[in-house]
C-alpha cells in the first residue's frame, strides 16, 4: 500500500503552538505556582522555623520563587513586543526558521530591554507576594528576624536574644505577643526579659491574654522570672497583685537589705489602699531614692477611695524629711490635691532657708528592665525649685474655705514682697494671690466665705 502523504508543517497535528502562547501557559503556571510556595514559605517562617537552616533555606525559596517568576513574564514581554529578540539571540528555545520575524528580532536591543523588563516584573511581583502574603516583608523587618534571634540556647547568644526581647517590647504588631508567650515558657533568663517585654504593653486594651500567662510564670518557682511577672502585673495594673508587691517590698524592708524601688512603682500603678501602710514604711527609709519613689506611689491613689489617706501620711513626713524627699512629698501632695495640704506647704517652705527654696528639686529617674539599664521611666517631673514647686502646688489644690485663705493669702503676700526670692517665684506667688482673689466673693458676710 503506498504510504500516506506527510502534512506540511502547520498543518493539523504537525501544529506548533506559537511561542508566545507557550511562554503565556508558563506565565500562568509560574504565578500560580509561585504565589502558593510564598504563601507556605510566608507561613512557615512566620511559625518560627526551628533552626538557622532552615529560615534561610525557607527565605531561599521565598526570594528565589519571586525571581523566576519576574524572569519568565520578562521572556513573555520580551515575545510579545520585541518578537523573541533576547530569546533568539541568548537562548536556544523555541527557534524558528529564518524568516522576517527572526531577521527583525536580530537587530532589537534586547540588551537593554530584557533587563528593564525583568526589573519592572520583578518589581510588581515583589509586591504582589508581599500584599498576598499580609506584609510578610514589614513583618519580617520589624517582628521576624528578631524572632530569629530568640532561638538556641548557649550563653554566648544570650546579648543577642536580650536585645530581640527589647526590641520586640515596643512593637506592636499581632505577632509579638504569642512570641514573647513563648519566650517567657523558657527556663533561662530570656523567660525573665519576656515578663518586662509583655508589661510594656500597656497600651493594649484587652490585658487579660498578657495577665494569664504573667500570672502562670510568676508561680513556677524561678525567684527571677517570679519578681519580672509581679512587676509586670502591677504594671498592668492587676489588681489582685497588690498582695504578692506588697509582700515581697515588705521583706525586703525588714530585712535592710536594698529595696528593689521597682516594686514601689508597681503598687503606683495597681493602685490599692492595703498597700498604703507598706508605703508609709518606704517613706521613712534611709534611702532617699525609696521614700521618693513611695511619696510619689501614695499620690497615685488619688482617685481611690480612701485615698486621702496618703495626704495625712505625706504631711506628717514633710517636716523632718531630708530635701529631696521634700520636694517629692510637695509635689506629690499637690498630685492629691487636698485644700488643707495648703498650711503644711506654708510651713514647709517657712523652714528652709533662702538658699534652699532656690535649690532645684530633682527628678526621679527609674530603669524597669531587669538589668536597670533600659525602660527609663522619670517621676516627680517638672524640675523646678523648692519655691515654685510649692506654688505649684498650692496653685493645683487653691484655697477656697476661710480658714485656709486667712493663712494662704497673707503668706502668698509676702512671698511677693520677698526681694530674697527669685523673680519667677514673686511672679508666681502674685498670679496665685490674684486668682485666689477672683474667685472669693466678698459680698458674702465673712462666716460664708
Known amino acids: 500500500m503506498p504510504s500516506k502523504p506527510t502534512p506540511p508543517p502547520g498543518y493539523g497535528r504537525n501544529k506548533r503552538l506559537p511561542v508566545a502562547l507557550k511562554l503565556w501557559i508558563a506565565v500562568v503556571v509560574a504565578n500560580v505556582s ?6 507556605f514559605a510566608a507561613a512557615a517562617l512566620r511559625a518560627v522555623p526551628a533552626t538557622d537552616g532552615a529560615e534561610s533555606a525557607l527565605r531561599a525559596l521565598y526570594y528565589g520563587t519571586m525571581c523566576l517568576v519576574a524572569l519568565v513574564d520578562a521572556l513573555w514581554l520580551d515575545e510579545v513586543l520585541f518578537k523573541g529578540s533576547f530569546r533568539r539571540t541568548h537562548l536556544s528555545f ?14 532589537q536591543r534586547s540588551d537593554i530591554t530584557f533587563p528593564f523588563s525583568a526589573v519592572v516584573f520583578g518589581v510588581v511581583t515583589y509586591f504582589f507576594f508581599n500584599v498576598a502574603n499580609h506584609d510578610f516583608d514589614r ?37 509579638v505577643l504569642p512570641v514573647l508567650f513563648d519566650a517567657l515558657e523558657r527556663d533561662d533568663e530570656v523567660a ?16 487579660r491574654r498578657m495577665v494569664e500567662p504573667l500570672v502562670a510564670a510568676s ?8 519578681r519580672e511577672a509581679i512587676i509586670a502585673l502591677g504594671r498592668l495594673q492587676h489588681r489582685p497583685t ?8 515588705e521583706h525586703e524592708l525588714e530585712a535592710g537589705a536594698t529595696v528593689d524601688v521597682r516594686l514601689i512603682w508597681a503598687l503606683g500603678y495597681v493602685q490599692q489602699i492595703a498597700s498604703l501602710p507598706v508605703l508609709e514604711r518606704a517613706l521613712y527609709h534611709r534611702d532617699e531614692t525609696v521614700a521618693r519613689v513611695a511619696t510619689w506611689a501614695i499620690a497615685q491613689h488619688r482617685d481611690q477611695r480612701e485615698g486621702r489617706q496618703g495626704v495625712r501620711m505625706l504631711e506628717q513626713r514633710l517636716p523632718a524629711a531630708p530635701f529631696a524627699v521634700k520636694c517629692a512629698i510637695v509635689h506629690s501632695l499637690g498630685i492629691l490635691s487636698d485644700e488643707a495640704s495648703n ?8 523652714s528652709l532657708s533662702a538658699q534652699d527654696r532656690r535649690t532645684l528639686c530633682p527628678i526621679e529617674s527609674l530603669y524597669v528592665d531587669p538589668d536597670g539599664e533600659r525602660d527609663r521611666q522619670d517621676l516627680l517631673m517638672p524640675r523646678e525649685t523648692y ?4 506654688l505649684q502646688s498650692m496653685g493645683q489644690m487653691r484655697a477656697t474655705a476661710s480658714e485656709v485663705r486667712a493663712v494662704v493669702e497673707p503668706w502668698l503676700v509676702g512671698v511677693a514682697a520677698d526681694q530674697e526670692a527669685s523673680l519667677a517665684t514673686r511672679e508666681a506667688a502674685d498670679s496665685l494671690l490674684t486668682g485666689i482673689r477672683q474667685v472669693r466673693d466678698d459680698s458674702l458676710p465673712p462666716a460664708a466665705r
Open 242 to 249: 497588690a498582695t504578692r508587691l506588697v509582700d515581697a517590698l
Open 219 to 226: 508561680r513556677r518557682g524561678d525567684r527571677q522570672l517570679e
Open 343 to 350: 498650711a503644711a506647704l506654708v510651713h514647709g517652705y517657712q
Open 387 to 390: 519655691a515654685m514647686k510649692t
Open 192 to 207: 525573665s526579659w519576656a515578663a518586662w517585654a509583655i508589661g510594656r504593653h500597656t497600651d493594649i486594651k484587652r490585658r
Open 94 to 107: 523555541g527557534k524558528a526558521r529564518q524568516d522576517d520575524d527572526t531577521l527583525i528580532a536580530s537587530v
Open 34 to 39: 509561585g504565589l502558593l510556595v510564598s504563601v
Open 139 to 175: 513583618y519580617y523587618d520589624h517582628v521576624g528576624k528578631h524572632v530569629s534571634a530568640l532561638r538556641g540556647s548557649d550563653e554566648a547568644r544570650l546579648p543577642r536574644r536580650i536585645a530581640a526581647i527589647e526590641t520586640l517590647s515596643i512593637r506592636r504588631s499581632r505577632e
